[in-house]
């Protein structure tokens, strides 16, 4: 029986979904898992503000509803809608922001958090203290630069500068706190020397082991 995680990109931006598909599509194969991406057409443009975050929310639970499948991934780091999702779909639902984090912690103990744009930080720091993780979190910077003004080699600059600022203060594993920064992961990584987690995938990982869970939990108890 196929295993379906559908993921959405909570924004109406067509490349955003597809640099997520491209950084899932293989890691999926090796899950064995079929992964789903689609855009929610009614959503903002990019997730950067405090409104964006709001306004990307009904459009995804629409989504959501019209397109059944064994787990929901929301693909915004803000990880809008997740709660409404939770309480409305008995599936399991997973957000990028959470489950990166989640898995950064497992990998060191100072996290760091390269952000899109200066906005979005104080909403990052609320909802580590809403999951309860404010002191691993060692530094949450931005480069300055928005969803939608990350694929030039000057924005790469930006990002990486931001990476090796967060290292020199701690930082023992970085995480990408916004999804247009997916395609460079590994560049990243093997220029800054430590482990950096792409939200996306690590959302993907975390849906298969709860459907996996799941799974076994039903075989016991049958």
């Not at 991406?37 to 405090?50: C, F, K, L, R």
């Not at 803000?78 to 922001?97: A, H, K, N, Q, T």
């Not at 930080?121 to 580590?128: E, G, L, V």
Request: proline share 5%; glycine share 8%.
């Amino acid at each position: 029986m196929t295993t379906t995680i559908l993921v959405i990109n909570p924004n109406s931006t067509e490349r955003i979904t597809s640099q997520i598909e491209e950084a899932i599509t293989d890691l999926a194969k090796e899950l064995k898992v079929t992964s789903k991406v689609v855009t929610s057409p009614h959503g903002p443009a990019a997730i950067e503000s405090d409104v964006d975050v709001q306004a990307a929310i009904e459009p995804m639970i629409e989504i959501a509803t019209n397109q059944p499948a064994d787990a929901y991934i929301t693909a915004c780091f803000s990880d809008p809608g997740i709660y409404e999702m939770r309480d409305r779909f008995s599936v399991p639902v997973l957000g990028i922001g959470e489950s990166s984090a989640l898995e950064a912690m497992s990998l060191g103990r100072n996290v760091g958090i390269i952000s899109g744009v200066e906005a979005a930080i104080p909403r990052h720091n609320r909802y580590w203290k809403r999951l309860g993780i404010t002191g691993r979190i060692i530094a949450d910077m931005a480069t300055g630069r928005g969803v939608l003004d990350l694929e030039s080699e000057e924005a790469y600059h930006d990002i990486r500068t931001t990476g090796k600022q967060l290292t020199k203060l701690g930082a023992e594993v970085l995480v990408l706190g916004c999804t247009g920064m997916t395609h460079l992961r590994r560049r990243l990584q093997e220029e800054l020397g430590v482990p950096i987690v792409e939200p996306c995938q690590a959302a993907l990982k975390a849906a298969t082991l709860k459907l996996k869970d799941k799974q076994l939990l039903g075989e016991s108890s049958g």
